[in-house]
């Protein structure tokens, strides 16, 4: 399967508009915004567990980053509530089982396969720190490596805030909505950008909380092992 497979263009997904589909285990259902491969896939979506559904116990051989929603997510390493953001690295392994339900949005085989770094941060107990480069822009930083920044941003009610960066951009609403290039985006929207597109967005009235990663599509490759 491919979906939005090609790394060189613009790509708007709006989340609530996308129908769910079920996966191989019982109440767990997904929203797809890009992928390449079938059941073993690097993928972006937005995944919904039923309350009292589970995974099978697994292995990430490419890697898992994703940023709770809404509920708890819940496996053998904690209890982890909407606005957290975890980064489980390639050769990590955990029994998802999140027993009240809850959506992520996860992206999987998009590391580096050497990493090793996990990351576990609670974004409701960390103070967004004002971006003095860019007015009405505030960051909650996440994670950053050679390859890529992961942050949180927001954005005040009308900010005009530039988009793009080198290596690429990916914006994920969390709350709020903005407006980019004749698109307006709201809360589980989704851009891509490619490599140095840049354009001007504009918040709405009511502001923006939106999850940022960028540098990261210049690695937009197939794994081999995909």
């Not at 929203?31 to 567990?49: N, P, Q």
């Not at 496996?75 to 999140?98: C, K, M, Q, V, W």
């Not at 990351?119 to 480069?133: C, E, F, P």
């Not at 505030?138 to 890529?148: A, G, I, N, Q, Y």
């Amino acid at each position: 399967m491919e979906l939005n497979a090609d790394f060189s263009k613009r790509v708007v997904m709006h989340g609530d508009e996308i129908d769910w589909l079920e996966s191989p285990m019982v109440g767990v259902s997904r929203r797809m915004l890009d992928r390449i491969g079938d059941e073993l896939a690097r993928a972006t979506s937005i995944v919904r567990y039923a309350p009292g559904s589970a995974y099978s116990p697994h292995v990430h051989d490419g890697g898992e980053e994703f940023i709770v929603l809404e509920g708890v997510f819940q496996d053998e390493l904690g209890d982890f509530p909407a606005g957290s953001y975890i980064r489980n690295p390639p050769e990590s392994r955990h029994t998802p089982g999140p027993e009240p339900g809850c959506t992520i949005m996860v992206k999987l085989w998009q590391f580096d396969l050497q990493d090793r770094t996990h990351v576990r941060i609670d974004t409701n107990k960390i103070s967004a720190v004002r971006d003095a480069g860019r007015p009405g822009v505030s960051v909650t930083p996440l994670f950053h490596d050679p390859r890529e920044d992961v942050r949180t941003e927001l954005w005040a009610p009308d900010a005009e805030v530039r988009l793009g960066a080198d290596g690429g951009a990916e914006y994920f609403v969390l709350d709020g909505a903005f407006e980019d290039s004749g698109d307006r985006l709201g809360a589980n929207s989704w851009l891509r950008m490619p490599d140095r597109m840049q354009s001007m967005a504009k918040a709405s009235t009511d502001g923006a909380r939106v999850w940022v990663k960028t540098g990261n599509l210049r690695y937009a490759t197939v794994p081999a092992a995909l």
